[in-house]
């Protein structure tokens, strides 16, 4: 029973995603300055200051190497930045 119970949590905890499945259509660029995000799978635009640095996925997320623990669900992307301190987490 035990052994079960040691499989189906390791298959719950593998399925969950802090990304929603959407982040995978984000396309990142720049426009005259500013880096513009589009995902056309949910009608979303979204400009910011050029200094900002983006995660789509969980990999990418990592790649940042943050300080503290960050925690947060099914969101479409994350940006932070290190010029003006701040982060930012679309939903």
């Known amino acids: 029973m035990k052994g079960i119970s040691v499989i189906i949590l390791l298959a719950l ?27 056309d799978s949910l009608n979303i635009k ?20 943050l300080k503290g623990n960050l925690e947060f669900k099914n969101i479409i992307f994350f940006g932070t930045s290190s010029t003006i301190e701040t982060i930012t987490i679309f939903f």
Not at 18 to 24: A, C, E, I, L, R
Not at 47 to 65: D, M, W
């Open 13 to 39: 905890s593998c399925s969950c995603t802090s990304f929603s499945t959407y982040s995978k259509f984000n396309s990142i660029q720049s426009c005259d300055g500013y880096i513009c995000i589009n995902n």
């Open 46 to 65: 979204f400009t910011s200051f050029g200094a900002f640095k983006i995660a789509n996925s969980k990999r990418e997320f990592r790649n940042l190497k």
